[in-house]
Protein backbone atom coordinates (compact mmCIF):
# COMPACT_ATOMS: atom_id res chain seq x y z
CA UNK A 1 0.00 0.00 0.00
CA UNK A 2 1.56 3.54 -1.17
CA UNK A 3 2.10 5.76 1.87
CA UNK A 4 2.22 9.44 2.30
CA UNK A 5 3.87 11.97 4.30
CA UNK A 6 1.87 14.96 5.92
CA UNK A 7 2.37 17.46 8.61
CA UNK A 8 0.79 17.05 11.58
CA UNK A 9 0.45 19.49 14.82
CA UNK A 10 2.93 18.34 17.37
CA UNK A 11 0.26 18.07 19.63
CA UNK A 12 -1.86 15.40 18.09
CA UNK A 13 1.27 13.41 17.35
CA UNK A 14 1.93 13.48 21.21
CA UNK A 15 -1.32 13.09 22.00
CA UNK A 16 -1.74 10.15 19.60
CA UNK A 17 1.61 8.40 20.51
CA UNK A 18 0.38 8.17 24.35
CA UNK A 19 -2.75 6.55 23.38
CA UNK A 20 -1.10 4.60 20.99
CA UNK A 21 1.33 3.01 23.87
CA UNK A 22 -1.82 2.49 25.89
CA UNK A 23 -3.26 0.58 22.71
CA UNK A 24 -0.02 -1.22 21.76
CA UNK A 25 -0.25 0.56 18.59
CA UNK A 26 2.34 2.24 16.43
CA UNK A 27 1.66 6.38 16.34
CA UNK A 28 0.70 6.15 12.60
CA UNK A 29 -1.49 3.03 13.52
CA UNK A 30 -3.06 5.05 16.42
CA UNK A 31 -3.66 8.16 13.67
CA UNK A 32 -5.11 5.80 10.98
CA UNK A 33 -7.41 4.40 14.04
CA UNK A 34 -8.75 8.17 14.54
CA UNK A 35 -9.22 8.87 10.99
CA UNK A 36 -11.04 6.16 10.37
CA UNK A 37 -13.37 7.05 13.23
CA UNK A 38 -13.72 10.00 12.27
CA UNK A 39 -14.41 9.43 8.55
CA UNK A 40 -17.23 6.62 10.00
CA UNK A 41 -18.80 9.27 12.36
CA UNK A 42 -18.85 11.85 9.50
CA UNK A 43 -20.25 9.49 6.64
CA UNK A 44 -22.70 8.38 9.29
CA UNK A 45 -23.79 11.33 11.68
CA UNK A 46 -26.62 9.69 13.13
CA UNK A 47 -24.85 6.54 14.86
CA UNK A 48 -23.36 6.67 18.29
CA UNK A 49 -19.68 6.32 18.64
CA UNK A 50 -20.31 3.30 20.35
CA UNK A 51 -22.00 1.49 17.39
CA UNK A 52 -19.19 2.85 15.35
CA UNK A 53 -16.63 1.12 17.76
CA UNK A 54 -18.47 -2.03 17.59
CA UNK A 55 -18.90 -1.48 14.48
CA UNK A 56 -14.98 -1.97 14.13
CA UNK A 57 -14.37 -4.34 16.70
CA UNK A 58 -16.87 -6.78 14.32
CA UNK A 59 -14.81 -6.10 11.84
CA UNK A 60 -11.99 -7.25 13.34
CA UNK A 61 -13.67 -10.37 14.78
CA UNK A 62 -14.58 -11.35 11.15
CA UNK A 63 -11.24 -10.78 9.80
CA UNK A 64 -9.74 -12.97 12.53
CA UNK A 65 -12.26 -15.47 11.44
CA UNK A 66 -13.94 -15.17 15.07
CA UNK A 67 -17.66 -15.77 14.13
CA UNK A 68 -20.26 -17.72 15.61
CA UNK A 69 -23.54 -18.81 13.80
CA UNK A 70 -26.69 -17.43 15.25
CA UNK A 71 -29.50 -19.50 15.11
CA UNK A 72 -33.08 -17.30 15.25
CA UNK A 73 -35.98 -18.88 17.50
Do not use: C
Not at 9 to 35: C, G, N, V
Amino acid sequence: MPTASVRLDQSLIESATIMAKAFHRTTPKQIEHWAKIGQMMEDNPDLPYEFIKQAIIAQAETEAGKLESYSFG
